[in-house]
């Protein structure tokens, strides 16, 4: 079995800076691709930026240039590091771990969601 643990969401102010984290622990082969995805109140959740094992990162528009997506894959932790934040990023923010192999099999897991808001 898999377990993420999610952390380092909370309050910031506009242009504050959040590092959020999440783990993976338990039987764990090798996971394919790490991706952030982030929900607003009222709407879809988003792809907010991904990263592939061997190091290959995509962002979404709103993002570039102010998040970094990074990975330790000897410790199947991942980290968002935001900066710059906006209004508009306040969501929930969920981990998402791609294409998981295990000793069960393969499959993609989800985290649990950590909130950001950023507000004044």
């Given at each position: 079995?898999?377990?993420?643990?999610?952390?380092g969401?909370?309050?910031?102010?506009?242009?504050?800076?959040?590092?959020l984290?999440?783990?993976?622990?338990?039987?764990?082969?090798?996971?394919?691709?790490?991706?952030?995805?982030?929900?607003?109140?009222?709407?879809?959740?988003?792809?907010?930026?991904?990263?592939?094992?061997?190091?290959t990162?995509?962002?979404?528009?709103?993002?570039?240039g102010?998040?970094?997506i990074?990975?330790?894959?000897?410790?199947?932790?991942m980290?968002?590091?935001?900066?710059?934040?906006?209004?508009?990023?306040?969501?929930?923010?969920?981990?998402?771990?791609?294409?998981?192999?295990?000793?069960?099999?393969?499959?993609?897991?989800?985290?649990?969601?950590?909130?950001?808001?950023?507000?004044?």
């Amino acid at each position: 079995q898999v377990q993420l643990v999610e952390s380092g969401g909370g309050l910031v102010q506009p242009g504050g800076s959040l590092r959020l984290s999440c783990a993976a622990s338990g039987s764990i082969f090798s996971i394919a691709v790490m991706n952030w995805y982030r929900q607003a109140p009222g709407k879809q959740r988003e792809l907010v930026a991904g990263i592939t094992v061997g190091g290959t990162r995509n962002y979404a528009d709103s993002v570039k240039g102010r998040f970094t997506i990074s990975r330790d894959n000897a410790k199947n932790t991942m980290y968002l590091q935001m900066n710059s934040l906006k209004f508009e990023d306040t969501a929930v923010y969920y981990c998402k771990l791609g294409t998981v192999v295990t000793p069960a099999g393969v499959r993609d897991y989800w985290g649990q969601g950590t909130q950001v808001t950023v507000s004044s």
